[in-house]
């Protein structure tokens, strides 16, 4: 049986959910191919940064972002009161600000939180201890509301490109579509059947993160510890842990992970008394760094873990992702519109690109000071010494929040290729409430009939917003992409630039004016 599709994305985690309801949002039509029947619920990452729930706001996920958060807060205190200790808070706040570089615990109350990357964040700033699980349930239900078709327990077979569209060999069925993306994690058949350039660094650990139940937890200390045979940490719920041992990587990562493996590393590694008597959950990694060349070879993009993996230390892979599915989804849907060409898809790699490449150096750098040799443990020493002061615990929270995020898009205003600040407006609204439709957003702050008339062109793909700001600013306007990037900015009415931008973003304009 034959059938078409707009575009097919294969995976349904996280990645592949994000980008499917960003598809769709724009009226795309996307069906998403998971080879997986059921959810995988493998413990994985435990929270988000900034970029990624200033993306879940946009779209009006922020209220189930923060009823996750405060359930697994809970659960947190729950756990730590059950070992006698106190949850580390930021002065005078509820939440935790937690976060951590190679294991070592940055302390909340040494963040300076009066440095300008975390001004204009908005509320969204709050939303942090989020699971990788429960993003991927607030998107899995967001897409069935979208209309998004996911179709689990199918496993893609094969594929043809041939330039005008793509034809999928997806088991039962054959399935002719103009784009396939590949969001199907590490391992990505997508990325090896299209013969992607990967290169990057081999492993040289085992980690091992798991849910278990055992007894002699009362041997294991809450948080990231640091012992003579590598690292291991416990919590934030009870039975949950992670050893890191650097003898090597696994000689078979796809062989099943026992209770008797588990409990031999943790003995390793913590030197508890444990014993595991179910395994609830459990996973194997290692610190193999790699990354595509590219994200496009002709109709067939990569995102998330695809296009880039490395170790999971910090839940960067979680949050790398749900970038590359914001940045590529608007662009994807508006060259299948047909009001974008496809060199628009291009700067998906261009903008990505340095960010996934950021990562992979910045987990590299982990391991580095994780080894357990003479030398390394006394960079280890160093950089403890750099986090517990102020100057050292404010950067590093600040490159793992992801709060100095930004694209190079030229323009000579200071915020063209920054997030968009999360401003208060006059009429009661946040800029971050005006992007639910998922269309670009360009923000009158002035009340100019000039401008709103140069963009009258745009319409049926640029939103407009007259009002001020709540509070007194040179900013006059802002032209903001789908993804919350700002395209064009400018003080005290210029309008210099803009036609240039709206053009560059959106095509060429509906008529002449």
């Known amino acids: 049986m034959n059938e078409m599709r707009d575009v097919v994305v294969v995976g349904a985690g996280p990645v592949g959910l994000m980008l499917a309801c960003e598809l769709r949002l724009a009226g795309v039509d996307v069906l998403v191919v998971e080879r997986l ?41 729950q756990f730590l009161g059950g070992t006698g200790k106190s949850m580390p808070v930021r002065a005078n706040e509820r939440r935790p600000a937690v976060g951590h570089f190679a294991g070592i615990m940055v302390d909340p ?34 897409a069935v509301e979208l209309g998004v078709e996911i179709r689990r327990g199918v496993e893609v077979a094969g594929f043809a490109d041939d330039g005008i569209g793509v034809t999928v060999d997806c088991g039962d069925r054959i399935v002719r579509t103009g784009w396939l993306v590949g969001c199907d994690g590490g391992r990505s058949l997508v990325r090896k059947l ?10 040289e650990i085992t980690g091992r993160q798991a849910l278990v139940e055992m007894t002699g937890a009362e041997g294991l200390e809450p948080g990231w510890h640091t012992t003579p045979t590598g690292i291991y940490t416990y919590g934030p719920v009870p039975g949950r842990f992670l050893t890191v041992e650097l003898d090597g990587p696994p000689a078979d990562r796809s062989a099943a992970i026992t209770a008797e493996e588990l409990e031999a590393s943790l003995r390793r590694v913590s030197g508890a008394d444990v014993r595991i008597t179910k395994v609830i959950s459990a996973t194997r990694f290692t610190d193999n760094t790699r990354q595509a060349t590219d994200y496009r070879k002709g109709r067939v993009l990569l995102a998330g873990d695809a296009a880039h993996v490395h170790s999971p230390f910090g839940g960067q892979g979680l ?9 590529l989804g608007w662009k994807l849907a ?43 443990r006394a960079m280890r020493a160093v950089t403890e010494e750099l986090l517990a002061s102020r100057d050292g615990a404010t950067t590093i929270f600040k490159k793992i929040s992801g709060v100095l995020h930004r694209y190079d898009l030229g323009g000579g205003h200071s915020r063209t290729g920054a997030p968009v600040p999360d401003l208060e407006l006059s009429d009661g609204t946040r800029v971050a409430e005006h992007f639910g439709s998922g269309k670009a957003v360009l923000f009158d702050l002035d009340d100019s009939s000039a401008l709103r008339e140069r963009a009258a062109a745009w319409g049926d793909r640029v939103g407009v917003v007259t009002a001020k700001l709540a509070e007194t600013q040179v900013l006059s306007a802002m032209l903001v992409r789908p993804d919350g990037c700002v395209a064009w900015a400018a003080d005290d009415g210029d309008l210099d630039g803009l036609d240039a931008a709206l053009t560059r973003w959106f095509g060429a304009p509906v008529r002449d004016f």
């Open 37 to 77: 029947s059921e959810v995988d619920q493998t413990v994985k990452a435990g929270a988000i940064n900034v970029p990624t729930a200033q993306a879940l706001d946009r779209r009006g996920l922020l209220p189930e972002l923060l009823a996750v958060q405060e359930a697994a807060l809970e659960r947190f205190r």
């Open 109 to 142: 109350n040494r963040i300076d939180f009066e440095d300008p990357a975390f001004a204009e964040i908005g509320p969204a700033g709050e939303a942090f201890l989020v699971s990788q699980q429960a993003i991927e349930t607030i998107l899995g239900r967001r």
């Open 194 to 203: 299209a013969e992607f350039d990967f290169p990057g660094v081999d492993p």
């Open 319 to 327: 949050n790398l992702g749900i970038g590359d599915a914001v940045n």
């Open 334 to 376: 508006a060259v299948v519109a047909g009001w974008a060409p496809a060199d628009l898809l291009d700067t998906y790699t261009t903008e990505r690109h340095p960010i996934g490449e950021w990562v992979l150096e910045w987990t590299r750098a982990q391991i580095a000071i994780m080894r357990t040799d003479p030398r390394s």
